[in-house]
């Protein structure tokens, strides 16, 4: 595997074009990453199409995208597959059925690479997810072993918990926050009392 990650937490991601398929329209696009600063972007790399693991985190990201783009967020899918094959597969796999996410096909490895997630052994991409703020800067990551699928509400509750704290500076995200739960102000003041701080 090429595990050498250029980017880094906080980066700034260059712009790169890239070919998607787009099943709600049963189309081929070209966009880049730049056509969506404003939003968070989420790149949601998988190893292949007519996998195992797989297609059941995209069905889970199907299920989900609504809230999704409800937070202001644009997601997606990305793996060495060509768009063709992306057709094919969200043609043939059930559980892929109304599938509308739109799909990159990253046959030259470009985006791949950039993010550290390239198996160069295999051609595939590893299972890794990134979070780009509307700015463009790089707020998450997450790379898990191929076996183990990801968990859709999790991405959500990030994505929410990043855009609380872009929208209220000087304020933190304590363990598993979701929206309207209680944060923190972290000051030497409630150093050694967090927990005091939280029951309040």
């Known amino acids: 595997m090429e595990n050498l990650i250029t980017l880094k937490l906080e980066d700034k991601v260059q712009d790169l074009s890239f070919d998607i398929y787009e099943p709600s329209s049963d189309s081929i696009i070209k966009k880049n990453l730049n056509d969506f600063a404003g939003k968070w972007l989420v790149l949601f790399f998988y190893p292949a199409d007519f996998t195992f693991v797989c297609p059941t985190e995209l069905k889970d990201l199907n299920k989900s995208y609504e809230d999704i783009k409800w937070t202001n967020a644009e997601i997606l899918v990305v793996s060495t597959d060509t768009v063709f094959s992306h057709k094919r597969w969200i043609e043939t796999e059930k ?63 990030k994505i929410r918990a990043l855009e609380f704290v872009r929208s209220n500076p000087g304020q933190a995200c304590p363990a598993t926050w979701n929206v309207w739960w209680q944060t923190l102000k972290p000051s030497i003041k409630i150093a050694g009392h967090v927990g005091e701080e939280m029951s309040n």
């Open 95 to 157: 559980l892929l059925e109304n599938f509308g996410i739109q799909m990159v096909s990253d046959r030259k490895w470009d985006i791949s690479r950039m993010f550290g997630v390239l198996n160069s052994e295999s051609g595939n991409s590893e299972r890794g997810t990134f979070i780009i703020s509307p700015d463009g800067e790089l707020k998450a990551i997450e790379i898990v072993t191929e076996p183990i699928g990801r968990s859709t509400n999790e991405l959500v509750r």
